[in-house]
């Protein structure tokens, strides 16, 4: 089944305690982007990559990295995770830049940071 | 993403079509519209997307008004797993560093039993 997942769904950490979530897509999708979303505030872009070893930062990207070592995965690393990063957090992919707007979304992980 | 309006929410009873409305005056020619909903605390599900010809998918229909200024997602026979929150967006048409998408407030659609 083709899908985008993420790992874990549920997490509570506390704050400095680094974590890394996981995303991983089996459709060979050249589009990657981390998503977080917040009541009142949206979906927002924190970091997407184009391609292998490609990435850049979307509109909050702050206190977040990423890496794209291959096609499939794209992890998101908190390195030094705060209470503001609590959130609920999805990865998406697309097959390519012609089909950028056309994104299939993981199942979302829900982080508390206490 | 440039602005949409959509009514707040909807209601529809199961079986019957759902006709979620949009309004997009300001979209310029070359901008999709998209559709997109979200299941509670769920991923967004991307739904249908056309530029100015009606489309059909398995999922729904897409009615665009021959000015583009709206549109019309239509599920046929709503089920009561349809009840989630619509999107309607215009994602700018030239891409450049636009590779995100922004969703506004859209139609939380209840189908009722």
């Known amino acids: 089944e083709a899908q985008v997942t993420q790992n874990p769904r549920y997490l509570i950490t506390v704050t400095g305690k680094k974590l890394t979530v996981t995303c991983s897509q089996n459709?060979?999708?050249?589009?990657m982007s981390w998503y977080r979303q917040d009541p009142g505030l949206g979906l927002r872009q924190i970091y997407y990559?184009?391609?292998?070893?490609?990435?850049d930062k979307g509109d909050v990207p702050e206190g977040y990295k990423v890496s794209r070592k291959e096609k499939r995965n794209f992890p998101l690393i908190l390195e030094s995770p705060s209470p503001n990063q609590t959130s609920l957090y999805f990865c998406?992919?697309?097959?390519?830049?012609?089909?950028?707007?056309?994104?299939?979304f993981g199942p979302g992980t829900r982080l508390t940071v206490t | 993403d440039a602005k949409t309006t959509q009514p707040t929410s909807m209601d529809c009873a199961e079986g019957r079509a759902a006709n979620l409305p949009c309004n997009h005056s300001?979209?310029?020619?070359?901008?999709?519209v998209y559709w997109y909903r979200q299941i509670h605390s769920q991923g967004p599900q991307y739904i249908i997307h056309?530029?100015?010809n009606n489309e059909t998918n398995e999922m729904a229909s897409l009615i665009i008004t021959e000015d583009r200024k709206s549109s019309t997602l239509i599920l046929p026979h709503a089920t009561l797993r349809d009840t989630a929150v619509y999107y309607c967006?215009?994602?700018?048409?030239?891409?450049?560093?636009?590779?995100?998408?922004?969703f506004g407030k859209g139609t939380l659609l209840t189908v009722n039993p």
């Open positions: 967006i215009f994602p700018p048409g030239d891409g450049g560093s636009n590779y995100k998408l922004t």
């Open positions: 300001t979209i310029s020619g070359n901008e999709y």
């Open positions: 998406a992919s697309s097959l390519s830049l012609a089909s950028i707007h056309e994104q299939y």
């Open positions: 056309g530029l100015k």
């Open positions: 990559s184009m391609n292998v070893e490609v990435t």
């Open positions: 459709m060979n999708h050249e589009y």
